[in-house]
């Protein structure tokens, strides 16, 4: 018997729900006499809506509402400052079309198969205008924007052209990396439902209070009458921090047909009506000494956003405190593009900034002669080299040291192309990993009857990541109860206030008050109250750790790749990662999202690009035919090794985020394998047989086939 | 245009009036209130919505429900339930094969008509040998046949692990 049951591998305690299909997401939910909403969106990339004909919609069986910008109901305007998430989203609020695949109108109608039909009788004519839709080419009017999540957009320290010349080798190269679509398997959509005033929607939502606080707003109606509800979420990875027009278009519509609506997106139009990931261009430069050690850092990034709406693809940041190097240097430029709007994807900044970062260390560490782990052994800071602040906690080198000798790292071919399997030739590489450590405040109500059946309670939300199961065995470590004794409830506004899943936050914040709310609760059992009718609400916040200590979780991953020498295929072999990631709450859990973290990152080395059609604007591929994830083929064995630890910096329980540690580096580990398999240097993601190809032809390369 | 339809879904018989452009999927989640089936992509590119067509794995969304007159449908409701799970829905939870869920049942109704393909020996791509009665299960095979079906959680290898483990039973 444990002493805890914090960091067990228990079972999901809803996963009984979920396998048996009884889970209930947005979609799911069911209403009295419902009608459905279709969604129409634009064929153009930039211009002005003429004319919506909505003639031969309206007159289609079953329709009961055509909207359009024309007939809209007035909404608060958007909002270009403010929190991101909990801003006002108008729909269909004017005549400027500002992406290809922008909502321009609403069809509801009985059935959703009417709804669907009629959807297509929508004829909307534009005033079409020349867009810019490529990155490269619109390099020019590239800007610097006001400030990064992080802080500043650039940095510098020291003379980084000096300390870049005095390097005995150096690396300047420039990486790519393309727009990538989040697409979580479960479509957003939303049930909207009016009872006078009041309305209730369920939506797929990470963040319940930015929903509310968007819904409410945009509607202008007072927060009180709003409750949105996301019990649970199929998937989010940054895709459902925003609301979409799903959620205001079905309340629009319900409000004005008395009845509720229900308004699902199609997966093609997720592709557009939801954020992506934006396309970076990075350079990177490195110098080091013959021992290794680093003398310059560069790390410069441009990347896409909407031109209505900023988002700052922060690339960059963490090179800010992942290396030593006396001579340092980071930029940001966003390019404004007539695209969709950009947001977090997983990882947001970090998994494509890592992309670029630990392929160029790969690069130096060949250069020098250097093993590649070794590199980044001998650039291990002793604090924060901008920041000039202690780290909380920092395991990267254990990380590295154990991935090493977990993976049998040693018995990696230093010459690359030299290692054979029948047409495969293999190769092995490494990545560390870095991902900023968050907190935000959050407040937890818990509750204890007669029976001592605790109940807890928050508006945070469980998309996929255990936040069900962890916050049962808080509160069941916290009072001493078996964890069937407690029951967590989650994803509705009613309930006390919590910064949401996003960030890989939601553990760190919310953890602390569910702790804190059954110390009230244990306080009042101690004074000789209850059992039954206690209750406690604890608010729980960070404090001045953040600035006082930087704070990142770590990792390393190690890939074996094998590279198809007659059609340049990659294919992964094997993966391990070793995390740094404080305090783990469930180590099955934990470990699921750091697996599906480290497969993300396969994804993105090999697979995932969103192709724009620099016509129009549109990602062309727009599908999960034409989009492409891993699937299991791709996936053999992963797995992730948790280093022991605990960050009282990061939060009194200890935990650090989770969710976002597995992708970042995960992808350029694949990406080193590859030039270490078959000698091809790809800086241009994903990957694809193509390109490795074309670098096998080359004469140099022909040699290593032999 | 309405069109009459008889269905067995879950053992239950169920005879519907429904528009013919009504796909499976649409049927069991709207007309049903059977919304344990997914609707991932509505185009057969996710496998989100597999149910078993006469214990065959097929695609709801792929299939109208016009077309399916008189057959018999088991859905992730009709395999087990809280209570009584199916083997395959208990060795999912053991090996933490999901994260959302969303593409769970879509997975476990696959997983239980792939086992039955191996055993009627219905080849795969990776199978080395066609001559064979019936196909080993091993992992080649499970990760090529659940290929269709899409995990953006990525759990893949827990969810291998738990067709391994249930299909040995």
Known sequence: MPDTILGQPIDRIDGKAKVTGAARYAGDRRAEHPAFGVIVTSTVGRGTINKVDIKEAQAAPGVVLVMSHENAPAQAPFKHAGDRHARPKPQLNGARVHYYGEPVALVVADTFEQATAAARLVRVSYQTEMGAYDLAGNRRFAYTPAELVQGKPDSSLGDFDKGFAQGAQTVDATYTTPYQSHNPMELVASLAQWDGDRLTVHCATQLVDAAHHSIASTLRIPLENVEVISEFIGGGFGGKLPIYGDAILAALAARQLKRPVKVTLTRQQMFSVTTHRAATIQRVRLAAGTDGKLTAIAHEVMSQSARMDEFVESAAASTRSMYAAPNRLTRHRVVPLDMPVSDSMRAPGDAVGQLAIEQAMDELAYKLDLDPVELRLRNEPTEDPEKHVPYSTRKLVECLKRGAAEFGWDKRPSVPGTLKDGQWLVGFGVAAAIRGNYRRPATARVRMDENRHVTVEMDMTDIGTGSYTIFAQVAADALGVPIGQVTVKLGDSSYPQTPGSGGSFGAASCAPAVHDACMEIKKKLDAGQGPGNLQAEVKSAPGEEFKKFSQYSYGAHFAEVGVDTSTGEARLRRMLGVFDAGRIYNSKTARSQLVGGMIWGVGSALHENAVVDQRYGLFVNHDLAGYHVPVHADVPAVDAIMLAGFDGKSNEMGSKGVGELGICGAGAAVANAIYNACGVRIRDYPITPDKVLRGLMRPANLAQQR | ?169
Request: with cysteine; proline share 2%; net charge negative.
């Open chain 2, 1 to 169: 245009m309405t069109v009459d339809v008889g269905l067995t879904v879950n053992g239950v018989r169920h005879d519907l009036k429904v528009d013919s452009r009504t796909t499976l999927l649409d049927l069991l989640r709207e007309h049903l209130g059977l919304t344990g089936t997914k609707k991932g992509c509505d185009h057969g590119q996710c496998g989100a919505c597999t149910v078993l067509v006469d214990g065959v794995r097929k695609n709801a969304c792929m299939n109208l429900a016009a077309s399916l007159d008189g057959r018999g449908i088991v859905t992730i409701e009709g395999l087990g339930t809280e209570q009584a799970l199916h083997p395959m829905q208990a060795a999912f939870i053991e090996h933490d094969g999901f994260q959302c869920g969303y593409c769970t049942p879509g997975q476990i109704c696959s997983a239980v008509g792939m086992l039955s393909e191996l055993k009627r020996g219905l080849p795969s791509a990776v199978t080395a040998d066609l001559r064979e009665a019936a196909v080993d299960m091993v992992e080649a095979e499970v990760r090529e046949r659940m290929s269709g079906n899409i995990c953006r959680c990525a759990a893949y290898p827990n969810i291998v692990a738990a067709i391994l483990d249930a299909g040995k039973a």
